[in-house]
């Protein structure tokens, strides 16, 4: 049998990683370097100049004598965790194929359940953010599907009560191996919010190969080519070559999301799907992934408990 590669790509173990991030003056040069690769830079004023005040544990510009914390203006902006903490709580996020429970990231860190949902939360809204701006080009596989709602009684699959309807997209090579992918939460299935969906999410000229859902015309609006199969729906579509990787990925999703959290509250839904598709479309790159999470971390501004709740209402 082939081996599968990326199952044996080289990741980055945790002995590796304790030996860069294990300890809370490396986490300070690590963050420090990500965020001021050039040196620091006053965010008042552009001054590289500074002192730093040891008892506050700030940077004073020498220009305009603003003071600015190495957290403040990130993602670990007025946190009361330590920043060893905060890498390790990444590092377990971003290396593990199905996430990890905000539970066991608890207990792993020894903080609290809240602090560990926080954290979690943070760490998805990064992922999001980045997967928001990385549209899809090419040949791309969609599909609708749903998460949550009862699963026993009432309606199955489309039309639903209580289910959250979500887009599944997977773009593939032209011979039909799986390369990035995107599963956003829309509010239905109609032609126009597919159209809008699309012209954010997919490059134009892109080939768009769905089943026969009436919305999936709206895809031709957003300047792609649609092909629609016509699948008679139930078990037999999943087996269609066209929709393979779409159906794979999206029983991978759903059986991480029950194997690793049990279920998820409505409200949280879109921002597990974005760290489902984060850490597959950066699958090949599993070293570097802590560095390149951080990167962007230092770049995206603060998310107090307050903006975190609006976002979760705004979606
Ligand atoms: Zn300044």
């Not at 779409?246 to 991480?256: F, P, Q």
């Amino acid at each position: 049998m082939a081996k599968n590669m990326i199952q044996f790509q080289k990741g980055l173990s945790l002995p590796e990683f304790l030996s860069i991030y294990g300890t809370e003056v490396q986490c300070h040069q690590a963050l420090f370097r990500m965020r001021w690769p050039n040196g620091f830079s006053c965010p008042y004023c552009g001054h590289t100049m500074y002192c730093e005040l040891r008892t506050r544990k700030v940077f004073q510009c020498y220009k305009c004598r603003s003071q600015t914390s190495l957290t403040s203006g990130t993602i670990f902006a007025d946190t009361k965790l330590g920043l060893s903490s905060w890498f390790l709580g990444i590092y377990l996020i971003t290396q593990s194929k199905d996430g990890i429970s905000s539970l066991n990231l608890a207990r792993s860190l020894g903080i609290s359940a809240n602090a560990a949902l926080r954290m979690k939360h943070k760490t998805q809204q990064v992922m999001k953010e980045r997967e928001e701006i990385k549209p899809l080009a090419g040949y791309i596989q969609v599909d609708d599907s749903y998460m949550g709602g009862k699963s026993r009684g009432g309606k199955r699959g489309r039309g639903a009560s209580g289910k959250t309807p979500f887009i599944a997209a997977v773009t593939t090579t032209e011979e039909g191996h799986p390369l990035a992918m995107k599963f956003n939460v829309i509010s239905g299935f109609t032609k126009q919010e597919i159209a809008d969906w699309a012209k954010k999410h997919i490059i134009s000229g892109s080939v768009i190969t769905s089943d026969g859902l009436g919305c999936f015309p709206g895809f031709e609006e957003a300047g792609c080519t649609h092909m629609s199969i016509v699948t008679g729906g139930g078990a037999a579509s999943v087996d269609i070559p066209d929709f393979k990787w779409v159906n794979t990925m999206i029983g991978n999703l759903k059986n991480a999301i029950r194997g690793t959290h049990h279920s998820i509250s409505r409200k949280h839904i879109p921002r597990y799907l974005a760290e489902f598709c984060y850490r597959f479309n950066r699958r090949f790159r599993l070293g570097e992934m802590i560095e390149r999470f951080l990167w962007v971390a230092a770049r995206t501004v603060p998310m107090p408990q307050r903006l975190l709740k609006l976002a979760e209402i705004q979606w």
